[in-house]
C-alpha cells in the first residue's frame, strides 16, 4: 500500500508540474526514481498513463480517468495525516498563498505581522500572480483573487467587494473628449488582458438605465500596475480598481470618465481546493481574512 500510494503521489506530481525534473525536485527524489515510480505504476495497472515526448508530458484516456479518480483521495490522505499529526488545536506547518501585486501589497502584506504574532508555528511563503492555474500546478494551499470568478472545481470564501472606475488623463481627454458613453466606442483603450471582454461594459447612472460601450484595445497588460502606468502616459482609458487610483484622482493625474455613471461592483474571493479536509493552517488564514478584510 504505501509503495502505490508513493508512485500515485509521483505520478500526480508529474502531470501537475507537466515535468519529471519538476515533479521530483517537489518531492524531492531523483528525476530516475520519479521515472520508475510511474513507470512501476504502469506496470501494477497494465496500461499506459502517459505519453511522453521530447517537449511535453500528455495523458491518455486510462490517464486522465486516473488521475481525476486519485488527486482528491490522495489530497484527502495528506489533510487528514496534517490535521492528525498537528493536532485539532494546533496550527503549523508550510503556508503557501497568493494573490495580485496590487492587492497584496496595499492590503494583505500589512497584516502578515499580526498573522505571524497569532500563529507563530505557521511558516508563511507568498506569491504574486493573477491566474488560478498556480493553485495546483504551483501546490499552493489558497489564494487571492480580484473580479467575478467563473464556476471552477475550487471552493471560494468572499471576502469583499470594490468599485471600479474609467478613467484618463486630463491631457488625453482634451484631444479625445469624452462626453457620452457612445464617444468611448472611438477611443484607445488600455485593457486588462486578464478580462474575456476587457473593452465591453454596461455603464448605468443613477436612474438604473444601462448603456452598452464597446472599445478598442490599443494596448493590454495583465498588470494593474502596468495598466496605470501606461494610462498616466495619455495612452488611452482603462478600468481600474478605485482602490488603485484614489490618489491620482484626487491629485488631477487623471480624471474619471463619466462621473454620472458607475460600473458593475467587482468580488474579492479568497480560493481554495474543493476537499473535504481542510488544513487547520488554511482554515486560520481564511478566517484571519475574513476578520480583517470582509465588508
Same mark, same amino acid.
Given at each position: 500500500?504505501?509503495?502505490?500510494?508513493?508512485?500515485?503521489?509521483?505520478?500526480?506530481?508529474?502531470?501537475?508540474?507537466?515535468?519529471?525534473?519538476?515533479?521530483?525536485?517537489?518531492?524531492?527524489?531523483?528525476?530516475?526514481?520519479?521515472?520508475?515510480?510511474?513507470?512501476?505504476?504502469?506496470?501494477?495497472?497494465?496500461?499506459?498513463?502517459?505519453?511522453?515526448?521530447?517537449?511535453?508530458?500528455?495523458?491518455?484516456?486510462?490517464?486522465?480517468?486516473?488521475?481525476?479518480?486519485?488527486?482528491?483521495?490522495?489530497?484527502?490522505?495528506?489533510?487528514?495525516?496534517?490535521?492528525?499529526?498537528?493536532?485539532?488545536?494546533?496550527?503549523?506547518?508550510?503556508?503557501?498563498?497568493?494573490?495580485?501585486?496590487?492587492?497584496?501589497?496595499?492590503?494583505?502584506?500589512?497584516?502578515?505581522?499580526?498573522?505571524?504574532?497569532?500563529?507563530?508555528?505557521?511558516? @508563511?511563503?507568498?506569491?504574486?500572480? /493573477?491566474? $488560478?492555474?498556480?493553485? *495546483?500546478? =504551483?501546490?499552493?494551499?489558497?489564494?487571492? #483573487? +480580484?473580479?467575478?470568478?467563473?464556476?471552477?472545481?475550487?471552493?471560494?470564501?468572499?471576502?469583499?467587494?470594490?468599485?471600479?472606475?474609467?478613467?484618463?488623463?486630463?491631457?488625453?481627454?482634451?484631444?479625445?473628449?469624452?462626453?457620452?458613453?457612445?464617444?468611448?466606442?472611438?477611443?484607445?483603450?488600455?485593457?486588462?488582458?486578464?478580462?474575456?471582454?476587457?473593452?465591453?461594459?454596461?455603464?448605468?447612472?443613477?436612474?438604473?438605465?444601462?448603456?452598452?460601450?464597446?472599445?478598442?484595445?490599443?494596448?493590454?497588460?495583465?498588470?494593474?500596475?502596468?495598466?496605470?502606468?501606461?494610462? @498616466?502616459?495619455?495612452?488611452?482609458? /482603462?478600468? $481600474?480598481?478605485?482602490? *488603485?487610483? =484614489?490618489?491620482?484622482?484626487?491629485?488631477? #493625474? +487623471?480624471?474619471?470618465?463619466?462621473?454620472?455613471?458607475?460600473?458593475?461592483?467587482?468580488?474579492?474571493?479568497?480560493?481554495?481546493?474543493?476537499?473535504?479536509?481542510?488544513?487547520?493552517?488554511?482554515?486560520?488564514?481564511?478566517?484571519?481574512?475574513?476578520?480583517?478584510?470582509?465588508?
Amino acid at each position: 500500500m504505501h509503495s502505490h500510494l508513493n508512485r500515485v503521489q509521483t505520478f500526480l506530481a508529474v502531470v501537475d508540474f507537466g515535468s519529471y525534473t519538476k515533479a521530483a525536485n517537489y518531492l524531492s527524489i531523483s528525476k530516475a526514481m520519479a521515472s520508475l515510480h510511474v513507470k512501476a505504476l504502469e506496470e501494477v495497472l497494465s496500461a499506459t498513463l502517459l505519453i511522453r515526448n521530447t517537449r511535453n508530458i500528455s495523458l491518455t484516456e486510462i490517464g486522465q480517468d486516473f488521475y481525476e479518480e486519485f488527486k482528491g483521495i490522495v489530497a484527502d490522505i495528506d489533510n487528514a495525516f496534517d490535521n492528525v499529526l498537528k493536532g485539532n488545536n494546533r496550527v503549523s506547518g508550510k503556508l503557501r498563498i497568493s494573490s495580485t501585486s496590487e492587492y497584496g501589497e496595499k492590503f494583505i502584506l500589512p497584516l502578515i505581522p499580526l498573522f505571524s504574532e497569532r500563529y507563530p508555528e505557521i511558516r @508563511l511563503c507568498y506569491n504574486f500572480n /493573477s491566474s $488560478l492555474n498556480d493553485l *495546483v500546478a =504551483e501546490k499552493l494551499d489558497l489564494v487571492v #483573487r +480580484l473580479g467575478n470568478l467563473a464556476d471552477s472545481a475550487f471552493k471560494s470564501r468572499k471576502l469583499a467587494d470594490y468599485q471600479i472606475v474609467l478613467v484618463a488623463t486630463p491631457a488625453f481627454v482634451e484631444r479625445h473628449p469624452v462626453a457620452q458613453p457612445q464617444d468611448l466606442n472611438g477611443v484607445p483603450w488600455i485593457a486588462n488582458s486578464n478580462l474575456q471582454a476587457p473593452t465591453q461594459w454596461v455603464l448605468r447612472d443613477d436612474r438604473g438605465s444601462t448603456v452598452e460601450v464597446n472599445g478598442t484595445s490599443h494596448f493590454e497588460s495583465n498588470s494593474s500596475t502596468a495598466i496605470r502606468s501606461m494610462t @498616466l502616459s495619455s495612452l488611452g482609458v /482603462s478600468v $481600474l480598481p478605485g482602490w *488603485v487610483v =484614489e490618489d491620482d484622482i484626487v491629485s488631477g #493625474r +487623471l480624471v474619471r470618465l463619466l462621473p454620472a455613471y458607475t460600473l458593475p461592483s467587482q468580488s474579492i474571493n479568497v480560493v481554495f481546493p474543493n476537499t473535504a479536509h481542510l488544513p487547520h493552517k488554511s482554515r486560520a488564514f481564511i478566517d484571519f481574512l475574513l476578520l480583517h478584510l470582509a465588508q
